[in-house]
């Protein structure tokens, strides 16, 4: 799977939205981009996964460059329950279904 | 919403002593993995299972672990004799790999403590 490369951390302000880049230069074409995060406590929860096409549910958007080197995943109105260690992960889609985790960014949102 | 579910979520023991920690995937799944938690390692995969049988147990100390699926419902993980250098969270994760890509779903993990 290719390497991916997170800022170690990063601040937010509550009610803004919050930017969070992944860098995956060496990535392939049939590589996905997933992000989970981890709140204090609890099991990683998965947000969003694209490989192509940007992508939105009801947690966040997900940017994909026309290159696929790169990505954001956009929280739209971060709330202080979005507080987590966010991962970036890339990974091939058909039999392998690993996940490895990097360190990730550990976002703090701020009142 | 379905859950994966992992019991106990609290473990305190003594060196030596048999540790198990049980897995209840999302009813459907046919991929359930483990997973371990440190400070130092980060999020480390130990094992994985397809259809109850075990594709990669690579990352698994293979003379004191071992992970089993009697059904489908459960899927366990056993420390024996524990070390006091097991001490992380645990967790467990189901899936149903195909042309979707559905993702993984995330247990709230087995806190163990060996002292």
């Known amino acids: 799977d290719a390497k991916t490369t997170q800022p170690p951390s990063m601040d937010c302000a509550e009610g803004r939205a919050a930017n969070l880049p992944c860098n995956h230069s060496?990535?392939?074409?049939?590589?996905?981009v997933y992000w989970y995060r981890q709140i204090h406590s609890q099991g990683p929860q998965y947000i969003i996964h694209?490989?192509?096409n940007n992508e939105t549910n009801e947690m966040a958007s997900l940017i994909i460059t026309e290159d696929r080197k790169s990505s954001t995943l956009i929280l739209p109105h971060a709330t202080l329950r979005d507080t987590a260690v966010y991962y970036c992960i890339v990974r091939v889609s058909a039999n392998d279904y690993k996940l490895s985790f990097g360190a990730g960014t550990t976002v703090t949102v701020r009142a | 919403d379905a859950r994966v579910t992992q019991t106990p979520r609290h473990k305190v023991t003594e060196m030596g002593q048999e540790v198990t920690m049980r897995c209840q995937p999302i009813?459907?799944?046919?991929?359930v993995f483990w997973y371990r938690q440190t400070m130092m390692q980060g999020l480390e995969l130990l094992a994985y299972f397809r259809n109850r049988a075990p594709l990669d147990d690579s990352g698994m100390p293979k003379d004191r672990f071992s992970a089993e699926m009697p059904d489908a419902t459960l899927a366990t993980l056993k420390i024996q004799p524990s070390e006091p250098r097991d001490s992380a969270v645990y967790f467990c994760a189901s899936g149903l790999p195909g042309p979707s890509n559905q993702p993984q779903h995330f247990g709230d993990g087995t806190r163990l403590s060996i002292l």
């Open positions: 060496t990535i392939s074409g049939n590589e996905y």
């Open positions: 694209g490989l192509k």
């Open positions: 009813l459907g799944h046919n991929t």
